[in-house]
T-cell receptor, first 111, second 116 residues
Framework: QKEVEQNSGPLSVPEGAIASLNCTYS??????FFWYRQYSGKSPELIMSIYSNGDKEDGRFTAQLNKASQYVSLLIRDSQPSDSATYLCAVTGSSARQLTFGSGTQLTVLP | GAVVSQHPSRVICKSGTSVKIECRSLDFQATTMFWYRQFPKKSLMLMATSNEGSKATYEQGVEKDKFLINHASLTLSTLTVTSAHPEDSSFYIC????????????FGPGTRLTVL
């Protein structure tokens, strides 16, 4: 069974700090990796996608992928209270375009 | 770009009635659309995958006769919850994919269904 595991949190960081969110996955053939942000009562919003090993930066967000370790992470620099949300890690498998979601990490950025 | 809309955003219905939820890709053609449901403080659970012009593929445990999915065009998919019961109350979210190799799914805003 394909699994995506995340630290459930909650994770609290002070405003301006770096928030680090982690995710591991079980399907070694996974090809596409995504981070979504979900505010309470809202649907997920795509933050980052990453497909190859290494780092990918977009503004204050950096996604890191290590396929050998089956690990993907999201760093949020200069965290803002508006970043407070649940962050979902999602992975597509080797044979399907379906996303498997982790349970999410709830992040709170304290002013 | 890549905007997905859902309608209605919120619906309250009586037990035994049917409810139709529409999902539209507004600025791209969605080869594949996905339907999820989410219970409070839980992650998204995939219900079914639909490809334009084909029958939907349902996940294990999802009753296809209860959750009718139609994907008649490249911009529209519908989910009909038939004979709804209180346990069907949930947040239903659709997503759409262009079908390109990047596999990115873009989510609609969701529909909150409450069955009385």
């Amino acid at each position: 069974q394909k699994e995506v595991e995340q630290n459930s949190g909650p994770l609290s960081v002070p405003e301006g700090a770096i928030a680090s969110l982690n995710c591991t996955y079980s399907d070694r053939g996974s090809q596409s990796f995504f981070w979504y942000r979900q505010y309470s009562g809202k649907s997920p919003e795509l933050i980052m996608s990453i497909y190859s090993n290494g780092d990918k930066e977009d503004g204050r967000f950096t996604a890191q992928l290590n396929k050998a370790s089956q690990y993907v992470s999201l760093l949020i620099r200069d965290s803002q209270p508006s970043d407070s949300a649940t962050y979902l890690c999602a992975v597509t498998g080797s044979s399907a375009r379906q996303l498997t979601f982790g349970s999410g990490t709830q992040l709170t950025v304290l002013p | 770009g890549a905007v997905v809309s859902q309608h209605p955003s919120r619906v309250i219905c009586k037990s035994g009635t049917s409810v139709k939820i529409e999902c539209r890709s507004l600025d791209f053609q969605a080869t594949t659309m996905f339907w999820y449901r989410q219970f409070p403080k839980k992650s998204l659970m995939l219900m079914a995958t639909s490809n334009e012009g084909s029958k939907a593929t349902y996940e294990q445990g999802v009753e296809k006769d209860k959750f009718l999915i139609n994907h008649a065009s490249l911009t529209l998919s519908t989910l009909t919850v038939t004979s709804a019961h209180p346990e069907d109350s949930s947040f239903y979210i659709c997503s759409a994919s262009t079908g390109l190799s990047t596999d990115t799914q873009y989510f609609g805003p969701g529909t909150r269904l409450t069955v009385l």
